[in-house]
C-alpha cells in the first residue's frame, strides 16, 4: 500500500530554463503521472473490495501536463458507503486547488453510457487503474475496449461531427499565430480521436510521424504551463519567446514553424482516418463488393475509385508527364474529392520536375486549381504534404509556416496567398483577365520575409515565377505590377482625400489602364478578406469602389473629380447647425479654432470613431464633416448626440474636458510614433501621416495640437490596422520650411 501523502506533487514555479526543462518532456510526464498516483492512492481507503479508482484522461495516458485537470473515475459494484469514499477523494483535490473532472459509476452504468455518447467512450479508452480493486477495474478496462471494437463504426460519424464543430470554434492549429494546442484542427484532441480510431481497427492512424509529432505537442504544452504559470492551452504572443527558449529553439518563429509541421501532420491523419472510416461503414451498407472496386473517370488520367482520386492505368509509365501532378491536384479540387495517399506518394516519387517554361497543361491546370474555390484548401495542404508544392515552386519551401506578426493577420504566409487565391474567386467576373487575378492573388506576398518592402521586393519575384510557368510576356509584366502595387488602392482610399484631384491623377499614372484597375481592385478586396475580420468593413469597401470609379472615369475620358463644395445647408440658417445621416456627421458654427478636434472629441465620447474629416471655413462659418462608424457595432443615440454636438460648437468645453482626462490616462503604445510628410500627395496640401498606436481620443489630440500649432487642418483621412493607425492630415500651405514642418511635427509627437 502506497504511503499516504497529505500534498499533491509539487509543480515549479518560476526557476531557470534549464531546471524548468526537467519538467518537460515523456519522462517528466512519465514522473508526474506516478507521483499523482502516489498520492490518489495514499488517500484510497485502503483494499475496499468492488471498489476501485481509475485514472481517465491526461492522467489515464501519463501525459498529464504540469497544470493538467485530475479526470477520475470511482468504480463500484453498489458497495456500500461509495459516497464517503468518493468525499474523501474529491474534497483533498479540490483543497489542493487542482481541476476535478469526476464521476461514480457501476459498471454497468459506465458501458451504458460509453454506448450512446462519443465523449464518455473515447475517454473510456485511456482508463488506467490507479487504486483499489485492480479486478473490477480490468474488466471495465476490457469491456470498454471491446464494446468499442464493436460500436466504433456506428458512434464515429457523431464523433466527426463533433470535431467539425470544435475545428470551426477554434480554427487550424498549423496556420494560426495564437492557436489553442488542444482543441484547434491538428492539435492534442485530434491525437486523442486517432488514437481511439486506430483502437477500433478502422485504419492505421499512429504512424511514427504522428506519434513524433503528438509528442512534441504534449512538450509544447508541458513548456506552455511552466512558462504561464498555470493551465492554459492557447499559445499567445508574448509567451512565445519563454516557450520557445524552455523546448530549446531558437525563437518564436522556429517555435510556430515546428508547431505548423506538427499541427498538419495529425490534421492530415484526422483525414486519412475519416476516409477509412466512411469507406468501412459504405461498404458495411452495401455489403461485401464482388469483384476490384469501381473506377469512373474524373479528368484525364485521374480515376475516382472508393472516393478517392487514383491515377489511371495509363497515366504510369516509365517517363510520366512532368504536368500530371498539377493535373491530379486540379481534378481533385475541381471535384472535391481527396487524393489517395498512394497516389501522392507516387506522385511525389515518380513525377519529373517542370521544365522552364512550363507545359500548357501545367499552366491551365495550376489556374484551374487556384480557381477551385472550396476544393483548392484541402488538395493544396494535402498536396503540400507530400512535398508537391516545392517541386512546382521551389519557393514554397521559404514560405511555408511563416508567422506574419501584424496582429490583423490570422494566417501563416503559406495559408495567406492560398486563401487569397480562394477569396478572388468570389470576383473572377468583375475583371477581364481571371487567370491573372488568380496568379497575382497567390503571388502577391511572396516578398514577406525577405528585407525591404515587400511589394517591391516580391515583385521581381512574381515576375520570375510568371515566366517560368509560362506567362506571355506582357502577362509577366501585369504579374509584376500587381505585386508591386497590390497595396495602392487600400492605402489610398483610406489614407487620401478622394476628392483630391491629385490623388486621383497618381493613382491612374500609376495603375495606367482600366484591365489593371479591375485586377487590382480585385485583388485588394481578396487580400483584405484573407488577411482577417480587421482588415475589411464595408466603409473600405466602399472608399475603394469610389476611388476604383474616378480612377475609371480619368483613365477613361481624363476628367478629374471636382473640390468639394460644403453642404449647402450648412451655409445658411442659425449658428451652430448640426446634421446628422446615418455614417455622416455635419457641424457649422461661427469661425473659430479648434472646431475639429472638439467635434471629434464630442464622437469620441459617443463612441463613435471617425474614418474621415473635412474642415472649411466660408463666409464666417467654420464647417466640419466627419464620416464614422460605431466601435462597437452599435448605433448612436441621435439626440443626446445632437445636444452634445450643438453644445460643443457654441464653444462648450466640458465635453473635452472630460475626454481629455481619459485619454491622457491612455496615452502611449507599445511602439514610437512616427510622422511622416508627404509634400506631393495634394493639390492645395501638404500631407502629415501619423503612425502611432491607436488610443482613446487620439484624433482629439492629434487635432487640437495641430490648431495650437498654428496648422490649419483641410481634411483628415484616418486608418486603423488592428491597434495601429495611420492618420493623414491635410494641412492648407506649402510647409516647405523644414523647421516649421519640425516644429508641427514634434507638437504631434508629443500629443501622442
Known amino acids: 500500500m502506497h504511503a499516504i501523502t497529505s500534498e499533491p506533487p509539487a509543480v515549479p514555479v518560476g526557476g531557470s530554463p534549464e531546471d524548468l ?361 494535402s498536396a503540400d504534404r507530400y512535398g508537391l508544392i516545392d517541386a512546382w515552386l521551389p519557393e514554397w519551401a521559404r514560405m511555408r509556416s511563416l508567422p506574419q506578426h501584424h496582429p490583423v493577420h490570422r494566417f501563416t504566409l503559406d495559408r495567406h496567398l492560398v486563401q487569397a487565391a480562394y477569396e478572388a474567386t468570389a470576383y473572377l467576373r468583375e475583371v477581364d483577365r481571371p487567370d491573372l487575378l488568380l496568379v497575382g492573388a497567390f503571388l502577391h506576398d511572396v516578398g514577406k520575409g525577405l528585407p525591404g518592402d515587400h511589394s517591391e521586393v516580391g515583385a521581381p519575384i512574381a515576375r520570375d515565377i510568371a515566366a517560368r510557368i509560362g506567362l506571355a510576356p506582357a502577362d509577366v509584366t501585369t504579374i509584376e505590377k500587381l505585386v508591386r502595387l497590390h497595396l495602392l488602392l487600400p492605402d489610398v482610399a483610406t489614407r487620401r482625400d478622394l476628392s483630391d484631384p491629385l490623388t486621383i491623377s497618381t493613382v491612374a499614372d500609376q495603375v495606367g489602364d482600366a484591365t489593371t484597375l479591375d485586377l487590382l481592385h480585385a485583388l485588394a478586396r481578396a487580400d483584405s478578406l484573407a488577411t482577417g475580420p480587421a482588415a475589411w468593413s464595408d466603409w473600405k469597401g466602399r472608399l475603394m469602389a469610389q476611388l476604383v470609379r474616378r480612377v475609371h472615369t480619368a483613365l477613361d475620358t481624363g476628367e478629374l473629380p471636382e473640390p468639394p463644395r460644403p453642404d449647402p445647408e450648412l451655409l445658411c440658417g442659425d449658428l451652430p447647425a448640426v446634421h446628422l445621416d446615418g455614417d455622416r456627421v455635419a457641424v457649422a458654427a461661427a469661425d473659430r479654432r479648434g472646431l475639429l478636434g472638439a467635434v471629434a472629441a464630442c464622437l469620441a465620447m459617443h463612441r463613435l470613431d471617425v474614418v474621415a474629416a473635412d474642415a472649411s471655413t466660408v463666409d464666417g462659418r467654420a464647417i466640419v464633416e466627419f464620416w464614422t462608424q460605431p466601435r462597437y457595432g452599435s448605433p448612436y443615440d441621435p439626440v443626446s448626440l445632437a445636444a452634445d454636438l450643438r453644445r460643443v460648437a457654441a464653444g462648450d468645453v466640458s465635453v473635452t474636458q472630460r475626454l481629455r482626462a481619459r485619454a491622457m490616462s491612455a496615452r502611449g503604445g507599445t511602439a514610437s510614433p512616427r510622422v511622416v510628410w508627404q509634400h506631393a500627395a495634394a493639390t492645395d496640401a501638404t500631407v502629415l501621416e501619423l503612425r502611432a498606436a491607436d488610443s482613446a481620443g487620439l484624433l482629439y489630440r492629434v487635432a487640437t495640437a495641430l490648431d495650437e500649432a498654428g496648422a490649419e487642418v483641410r481634411a483628415a483621412r484616418i486608418s486603423t490596422l488592428g491597434g495601429d493607425v495611420v492618420d493623414a492630415f491635410y494641412l492648407v500651405g506649402p510647409w516647405s520650411e523644414q523647421a516649421e514642418c519640425d516644429r508641427v511635427g514634434a507638437a504631434v509627437l508629443d500629443a501622442v
Open 21 to 381: 526543462r526537467d519538467h518537460i518532456g515523456a519522462v517528466a510526464r512519465e514522473n508526474r503521472a506516478a507521483a499523482l498516483d502516489a498520492w490518489l492512492a495514499g488517500m484510497f481507503p485502503g483494499h475496499v473490495p468492488g471498489v476501485s479508482l481509475i485514472a481517465v484522461g491526461g492522467l489515464g495516458r501519463r501525459d498529464c501536463a504540469p497544470h493538467s485537470d485530475l479526470d477520475l473515475v470511482l468504480l463500484h459494484n453498489g458497495a456500500a458507503g461509495i459516497d464517503r469514499i468518493a468525499s474523501g477523494l474529491w474534497y483533498p483535490i479540490w483543497d489542493a486547488k487542482l481541476g476535478l473532472d469526476h464521476s461514480v459509476r457501476t459498471l454497468p452504468e459506465a458501458l451504458s453510457v460509453a454506448h450512446d455518447d462519443v465523449k464518455v467512450a473515447l475517454g473510456l479508452l485511456d482508463a488506467r487503474h490507479v487504486a483499489g480493486d485492480p479486478e473490477l477495474s480490468a474488466e471495465l478496462i476490457a469491456a470498454t475496449a471491446d464494446q468499442w471494437r464493436r460500436t466504433a463504426v456506428r458512434l464515429i460519424p457523431q464523433l466527426k461531427e463533433l470535431t467539425v464543430a470544435r475545428w470551426a470554434a477554434h480554427g487550424e492549429l498549423a496556420f494560426l499565430l495564437e492557436g489553442d494546442l488542444k482543441e484547434a484542427a491538428g492539435g492534442l484532441r485530434d491525437v486523442t480521436v486517432l488514437r481511439a480510431i486506430g483502437r477500433a481497427g478502422v485504419a492505421d492512424t499512429m504512424r511514427p510521424a504522428v506519434r513524433a509529432a503528438g509528442l512534441r505537442l504534449l512538450d509544447t504544452r508541458d513548456a506552455l504551463h511552466l512558462a504561464v504559470g498555470r493551465r492554459v492551452d492557447r499559445l499567445v504572443a508574448q509567451e512565445r519567446s519563454t516557450v520557445a527558449t524552455l523546448l530549446g529553439l531558437d525563437d518564436g518563429d522556429a517555435l510556430l514553424r515546428r508547431l505548423s509541421g506538427d499541427a498538419r501532420t495529425v490534421a492530415h491523419a484526422m483525414d486519412d482516418a475519416w476516409r477509412a472510416a466512411e469507406r468501412l461503414r459504405t461498404g458495411r451498407r452495401r455489403g461485401v463488393p464482388a469483384g476490384p472496386p469501381a473506377r469512373r473517370p474524373v479528368a484525364r488520367d485521374v480515376v475516382e475509385q472508393d472516393g478517392e482520386l487514383v491515377l489511371a492505368r495509363t497515366a504510369i509509365g516509365p517517363v510520366p508527364d512532368p504536368s500530371l501532378s498539377l493535373r491530379v491536384a486540379a481534378a481533385a479540387a475541381a471535384a472535391r474529392l481527396p487524393i489517395a495517399r498512394a497516389t501522392c506518394e507516387w506522385l511525389a516519387s515518380y513525377c519529373p520536375p517542370m521544365p522552364t517554361p512550363w507545359p500548357s497543361a501545367a499552366r491551365t491546370a495550376l489556374v484551374s486549381l487556384l480557381g477551385a474555390g472550396p476544393g483548392l484548401l484541402p488538395t493544396w495542404e
